[in-house]
């Protein structure tokens, strides 16, 4: 480096103020204070001065230069990375053909939802400007419109959360739309105007399923809606009212929809008063409905409308006398899965005539075993007048806990499935010493055992059950002209804060179930891990159980929120959704 004398860099600085310079330069090896006066520290503060604005200048154009060469360098590699991506295929692909790929991806999209940016049509709408306007222009990519608000974490409003759905909205315009939407109670200010702008695409409507949680605003804004819905095919909301203050009243426009076939209203109402009056749906079309009307008498009220409906969901919370003994036919009724009070129950079985029934489902809120009788008569005067002929029943194991039990099923007619609902907190003796007898259910091949409480700890109940399985499965009940039990599936119900709860195959009631297997007994689910995963799973017992899950499942684009691996390995195994 060339060193330059000081007196050479400033010429007009006295040898003073040269040298007063020199001791205040940081890089200088000087370390005696010359003596100065005032006038020579002056004009040292004055070149020091001078020379930082020349640096500060130089610093200035220097960094300006590096900022132009870094986004010209950002340029280029831009430039570089689209000549890379010409080598892809995808890209060269024709915009039709890119369209159909594009569609494929967001069906395998089965985690994103609206407002994550990881949502197929966001991604592909983030690589490269052709694939951009490709995927804005192309409404079939955002017709599945999957919310939960859950995943904001925001308690007020959020203009870019807004912005985002509507966006996603208007690009898939023209089409139908379905959606599934989950709201949650601690981001109502944004729930209400999310919702508003889905509400102004009504017309649109193909699919709806809102979860509403305790938010019942949210539930009177949909029921209140322009009730012109030309698309609409089906319908799903639930919410809950936690007092009498809060009961939603009144009533709403018929909604009109000509092509809505099947509906679930579930107003779960936490005091007396009938809630879910509020909304009214062309009933004669519905082919299936869940519902949970707070009294058997709205149900009733309601039921001479039921035309066209094939399956039918009721949970009735309260009960209430109906005067009425008028009997309501619902002609096409093939399901009825009913929950609530057994005097509930009774009071809708005994008004209804119901010719083309083959499944029927009950369960009671309370133990039934001293009113068994009145139940099991209820239902045979409910087959009796309508003609029908049952193939399957589901019911609480106390159900049969009578003496009468054997005489009352033979009354039911050639039922040839069964499922029961066990629970080791009642006394299930007498059931289980009537399903050993061949004359119950003397035509039953098919048989569901549903425990309430995991029976791997105290297997009692299980073994006493396995008993009934190996008397019913062996070859000579023939000889009383009883059918021979073939298959067999069991399970445990599983909470919500324990859903991964199985039954231990190591226990040694299961190790006989096995031992029957051999012998013939057809076992419907698998082994893994030491445990027991059931066809069915603990919500569904049939084939048709698991059409409708995956049905809905497919509707909202397989979304993982609405996975259960019972139905996905269904259609693994070869299940359909038609």
């Known amino acids: 480096m060339i060193m330059i004398n000081p007196a050479q860099k400033y010429p007009n600085l006295s040898e003073t103020a040269l040298s007063l310079h020199e001791y205040l330069d940081p890089d200088s090896s000087s370390s005696v204070l010359p003596v100065f006066d005032l006038d020579d520290l002056s004009d040292a503060m004055k070149q020091i001065t001078i020379d930082m604005e020349k640096v500060s200048s130089h610093a200035d154009t220097f960094e300006e230069a590096a900022h132009s060469a870094r986004r010209r360098v950002l340029y280029m590699q831009s430039m570089l990375n689209s000549c890379k991506n010409l080598l892809n295929p995808l890209v060269r692909m024709p915009p039709e053909v890119l369209t159909l790929v594009f569609e494929l991806c967001v069906q395998a999209d089965t985690g994103g939802h609206v407002l994550s940016g990881l949502a197929a ?51 898939s315009q023209p089409l139908p739309i379905v959606c599934f939407a989950v709201f949650s ?92 009056s509020l909304l009214t749906l062309p009933w004669s079309q519905l082919e299936e409905l869940e519902w949970s009307p707070s009294t058997s008498k709205s149900f009733l009220d309601i039921s001479p409308s039921f035309t066209n409906l094939r399956r039918c969901y009721v949970n009735v919370s309260q009960h209430v006398e109906v005067d009425s003994l008028q009997c309501h036919i619902l002609p096409q009724l093939r399901r009825l899965d009913m929950s609530g009070s057994y005097q509930s129950l009774v009071g809708i079985m005994d008004r209804l005539c119901l010719p083309a029934l083959r499944r029927l489902d009950l369960d009671t809120d309370e133990q039934i075993g001293v009113v068994a009788d009145q139940v099991l008569s209820s239902i045979a005067r409910l087959l009796l007048r309508s003609s029908c002929h049952l193939q399957s029943l589901s019911a609480p194991f106390s159900l049969f806990d009578s003496p009468n039990s054997p005489f009352l099923a033979e009354r039911l007619g050639t039922i040839q499935e069964v499922r029961l609902l066990l629970s080791a907190e009642e006394d299930n003796e007498r059931a289980i010493a009537n399903f050993l007898l061949p004359t119950m259910f003397r035509h039953l091949k098919t048989l569901h055992i549903l425990f309430r409480e995991l029976p791997n700890e105290d297997p009692t109940l299980f073994s006493n059950m396995v008993h009934v399985v190996a008397a019913r499965s062996h070859q000579q009940l023939s000889r009383y002209g009883a059918s021979r039990l073939e298959k067999l599936s069991v399970d445990v119900i599983r909470t919500y804060a324990m859903p991964q709860t199985r039954i231990s195959t190591q226990i040694d009631p299961f190790q006989r179930l096995l031992r029957l297997q051999r012998d013939g007994l057809v076992l419907l689910g698998r082994v893994a891990d030491g445990k027991w995963f059931s066809f069915y799973g603990d919500s569904h017992w049939s084939d048709e159980d698991l059409r409708m899950s995956a049905r809905r499942w497919a509707r909202f684009g397989y979304s993982d929120w609405l996975h259960r691996r019972e139905v996905d390995d269904y259609l693994k195994r070869g299940g359909t959704i038609s």
Request: hydrophobic residues 45%; glycine residues 4%; aromatic residues 10%.
């Open 121 to 171: 049509p966001w991604v592909l709408s983030r690589i490269c400007r052709r694939w951009r306007m490709i995927a804005l222009s192309t409404p079939s990519l955002w017709q599945i419109i999957r919310l939960n608000t859950h995943e904001l974490y925001l308690p007020g409003p959020s203009p870019s959360s807004l912005n985002i759905f509507c966006a996603w909205l208007e690009r």
């Open 185 to 276: 109670d601690a981001a109502e200010i944004i729930n209400a105007q999310l919702l508003d702008l889905f509400i102004l695409h009504s017309k649109r409507w193909r699919a709806i399923e809102f979860c509403f949680g305790t938010q019942k605003d949210l539930y009177r804004r949909v029921v209140n809606i322009d009730p012109h819905m030309p698309l609409l095919q089906y319908v799903a909301l639930e919410v809950i009212v936690l007092s009498e203050s809060e009961i939603v009243r009144g009533s709403a426009p018929t909604w009109m929809a000509p092509y809505l076939k099947e509906a679930t209203i579930l107003v779960q109402c936490g005091s007396s008063g009938d809630g879910s």
